[in-house]
């Protein structure tokens, strides 16, 4: 029969045990007929099983126990209490306000301060989200402050024209001049008239 490891929840296996573990992960990675013999075996080690982890749920029960007597002893239990505490921590116990008041009140020794900085981390991320959801816990006490807006600097106006002085006349507009006026034809020279000479010839 499989017994337990220890508090944190392991099972020691042995020979016999193992080699039925064995064929039951064969079985079921490549499915085959199993004997009568196998089924009769995973079944005893299935029960067997169950029955250790019951018997390893006791032990850590004992524990915690026990470091409840010492807690509540204390200051005169200190060493035992540190001792129980980390065992139980490494066994999956989550610490209570108890064991976090009685560790301040033990933070001169190293251990104690130790295990108080271990503890404030184990109960920040046993929270939902973990250390993110109590960063946000922490954001919703507090009074959210709205961003300053900065007056934003005037942009400076375009320099307008200078305004005419009194009294000044208006300059004319220019007509804009014709492609005529720029390029004048020139008009053909007048023939010379025919020579009568030539002519009577």
């Given at each position: 029969?499989?017994?337990?490891?220890?508090?944190?929840?392991?099972?020691?296996?042995?020979?016999?045990e193992?080699?039925?573990?064995?064929?039951?992960?064969?079985?079921?990675l490549?499915?085959?007929?199993?004997?009568?013999?196998?089924?009769?075996?995973?079944?005893?080690?299935?029960?067997?099983?169950?029955?250790?982890?019951?018997e390893?749920?006791?032990?850590?029960?004992?524990?915690?126990?026990?470091?409840?007597?010492?807690?509540?002893?204390?200051?005169?239990t200190?060493?035992g209490?540190l001792?129980?505490?980390?065992?139980?921590?490494?066994a999956?116990?989550r610490?209570?306000?108890?064991d976090?008041?009685?560790?301040?009140?033990?933070r001169?020794?190293?251990?104690?301060?130790?295990?108080?900085?271990?503890c404030?981390?184990?109960?920040?991320?046993?929270?939902?989200?973990?250390?993110?959801?109590?960063?946000?816990?922490?954001?919703r006490?507090?009074?959210?402050?709205?961003?300053?807006r900065?007056?934003s600097?005037?942009?400076?106006?375009?320099?307008?024209s200078?305004?005419?002085?009194?009294?000044?006349?208006?300059?004319?507009?220019?007509?804009?001049?014709?492609?005529?006026?720029?390029?004048?034809?020139?008009?053909p020279?007048?023939?010379?008239?025919?020579?009568?000479?030539?002519?009577?010839?």
């Amino acid at each position: 029969m499989p017994t337990p490891y220890g508090s944190r929840g392991g099972l020691a296996f042995g020979a016999e045990e193992l080699r039925v573990l064995r064929r039951a992960l064969a079985l079921a990675l490549h499915p085959s007929p199993a004997t009568a013999d196998d089924v009769q075996d995973c079944l005893r080690l299935a029960a067997s099983l169950d029955e250790a982890t019951r018997e390893s749920a006791r032990l850590r029960a004992f524990l915690v126990a026990d470091l409840g007597r010492y807690r509540a002893a204390l200051p005169g239990t200190a060493a035992g209490y540190l001792a129980l505490l980390e065992e139980a921590l490494g066994a999956g116990y989550r610490p209570q306000p108890d064991d976090l008041a009685a560790l301040r009140a033990l933070r001169g020794n190293p251990t104690a301060a130790a295990l108080l900085r271990h503890c404030e981390r184990v109960r920040l991320t046993a929270l939902p989200g973990g250390l993110a959801s109590a960063g946000q816990e922490r954001e919703r006490g507090e009074p959210q402050k709205k961003p300053e807006r900065r007056p934003s600097a005037p942009h400076p106006a375009p320099n307008p024209s200078p305004a005419p002085a009194p009294g000044t006349p208006r300059p004319t507009r220019r007509p804009v001049p014709t492609p005529g006026e720029v390029f004048p034809r020139r008009k053909p020279a007048t023939p010379p008239p025919p020579d009568r000479h030539l002519a009577a010839g």
